[in-house]
């Protein structure tokens, strides 16, 4: 399990966009959950603590034991959220915390989407009011090592990594997160990389011969190619500090589709060490001010969109969306 790659995107029309790739061995992309407001749900797996959503929202994800599991989403005031593979770097508390919501790793993405309604309110939470605990998941039987990626409809971004010294809460960040080292260590290494252009290079003299790039893209010459955590956070930057500014929405779902095409991972590339294939099970793109939820899947590009419509948000209960994961394509004649 290597984990994925995500990133923040802004439209010459202000709307604001979180999207990501989910990298797992195992299939993923199966429904999307909508969570109402007023919904009470457990918040981790060791016990029956409950909290009372404020907000409706939506995800990929689950509902096991009427509790959601979201890998990311949207809520009803355009906070957007995603959590990402930490591992090596992610220390939760041991003990629940009388006092505290206590959140098993996986279900950080739901609770917090169900209490906040902005970026100040996420770090008001991972500050005061919520812990992060050894809980594993039943799945997988073991404790996810995850951080989060936060966006709301400002366009900034949060970071949340919980470390052995604490929760950093990263609020000037580039807006991408990939996976370990944590954020810090990828920002610095950026800085290997500041020849790396969109413009072509010029030729140069050489030994008494003119020299000149093959082609274009020379430019691009020693941007990292493969699947590592830090090439992948460099190449998603690049992309994004680079690409020409969308106009509207679904523009920036088709950029952000691109983007992400330039980090996913084909089934066979990445073999884990008990030989499981890691890849992208899905890519989402997400929009703060409509709060639809894009995606696109491994066994079906087809980008599909749920929308908190007023009649999905005033729904009582969860409702889950099943996902086809089977490739749909247009045949023209």
Same mark, same amino acid.
Request: with cysteine.
């Given at each position: 399990?290597?984990?994925?790659?995500?990133?923040?995107?802004?439209?010459?029309?202000?709307?604001?966009?979180?999207?990501?790739?989910?990298?797992?061995?195992?299939?993923?992309?199966? +429904?999307?959950?909508?969570?109402?407001? =007023?919904?009470?749900?457990?918040?981790?797996?060791?016990?029956? &603590?409950?909290?009372?959503?404020?907000?409706?929202?939506?995800?990929?994800?689950?509902?096991?034991? &009427?509790?959601?599991?979201?890998?990311?989403?949207?809520?009803?005031?355009?906070?957007?959220?995603?959590? /990402?593979?930490?591992?090596?770097?992610?220390?939760?508390?041991?003990? +629940?915390?009388?006092? *505290?919501?206590?959140?098993?790793?996986?279900?950080?993405?739901?609770?917090?989407? $169900?209490? $906040?309604?902005?970026?100040?309110?996420? $770090?008001?939470?991972?500050?005061?009011?919520? +812990?992060?605990?050894?809980?594993? &998941?039943?799945?997988?039987? *073991?404790?996810?090592?995850?951080?989060?990626?936060?966006?709301?409809?400002?366009?900034?971004?949060?970071?949340?990594?919980?470390?052995?010294?604490?929760?950093?809460?990263?609020?000037?960040?580039?807006?991408?997160?990939? &996976?370990?080292?944590?954020? =810090?260590?990828?920002?610095?290494?950026?800085?290997?990389?500041?020849?790396?252009?969109?413009?072509?290079?010029?030729?140069?003299?050489?030994?008494?011969?003119?020299?000149?790039?093959?082609?274009?893209?020379?430019?691009?010459?020693? /941007?990292?190619?493969?699947?590592?955590?830090?090439?992948?956070?460099?190449?998603?930057?690049?992309?994004?500090? =680079?690409?020409?500014?969308?106009?509207?929405?679904?523009?920036?779902?088709?950029?952000?589709?691109?983007?992400?095409?330039?980090?996913?991972?084909?089934?066979?590339?990445?073999?884990?060490?008990?030989?499981?294939?890691?890849?992208?099970?899905?890519?989402?793109?997400?929009?703060?001010?409509?709060?639809?939820?894009?995606?696109?899947?491994?066994?079906?590009?087809?980008?599909?969109?749920?929308?908190?419509?007023?009649?999905?948000?005033?729904?009582?209960?969860?409702?889950?969306?099943?996902?086809?994961?089977?490739?749909?394509?247009?045949?023209?004649?």
């Amino acid at each position: 399990m290597i984990g994925c790659s995500s990133f923040t995107l802004e439209t010459e029309d202000n709307k604001h966009f979180l999207s990501r790739t989910m990298d797992f061995m195992i299939e993923m992309a199966e +429904q999307v959950v909508f969570v109402p407001k =007023n919904k009470n749900f457990t918040t981790s797996y060791s016990t029956d &603590n409950e909290i009372k959503s404020k907000y409706a929202f939506l995800g990929m994800g689950e509902v096991g034991n &009427n509790s959601p599991i979201l890998f990311d989403g949207v809520n009803e005031h355009g906070l957007t959220g995603a959590t /990402l593979y930490f591992p090596g770097f992610a220390v939760y508390h041991d003990a +629940q915390k009388k006092g *505290k919501i206590n959140v098993s790793p996986d279900k950080v993405i739901p609770v917090i989407l $169900a209490l $906040a309604n902005d970026l100040d309110e996420v $770090a008001r939470l991972f500050e005061n009011e919520l +812990q992060i605990v050894n809980d594993p &998941n039943s799945t997988l039987n *073991k404790v996810p090592p995850l951080h989060f990626i936060f966006s709301d409809t400002s366009g900034k971004s949060l970071i949340i990594e919980p470390k052995q010294d604490g929760v950093d809460i990263i609020d000037n960040s580039i807006g991408v997160m990939t &996976n370990s080292p944590d954020y =810090n260590w990828h920002e610095t290494n950026l800085r290997n990389y500041l020849s790396v252009s969109p413009q072509q290079h010029q030729p140069i003299e050489f030994l008494s011969k003119t020299l000149r790039p093959f082609s274009q893209g020379s430019g691009t010459f020693g /941007l990292p190619g493969d699947f590592t955590p830090p090439s992948r956070f460099v190449r998603t930057a690049f992309l994004k500090n =680079n690409v020409f500014k969308p106009k509207n929405e679904i523009e920036a779902v088709s950029l952000a589709h691109h983007i992400l095409e330039s980090v996913s991972i084909p089934q066979g590339i990445v073999i884990t060490e008990n030989q499981h294939s890691d890849y992208t099970c899905y890519s989402a793109y997400i929009c703060s001010e409509s709060q639809s939820y894009y995606f696109s899947t491994y066994g079906n590009q087809r980008i599909n969109k749920i929308t908190l419509t007023d009649e999905l948000k005033n729904s009582d209960d969860y409702q889950q969306f099943k996902v086809n994961n089977k490739e749909d394509i247009c045949t023209l004649n």
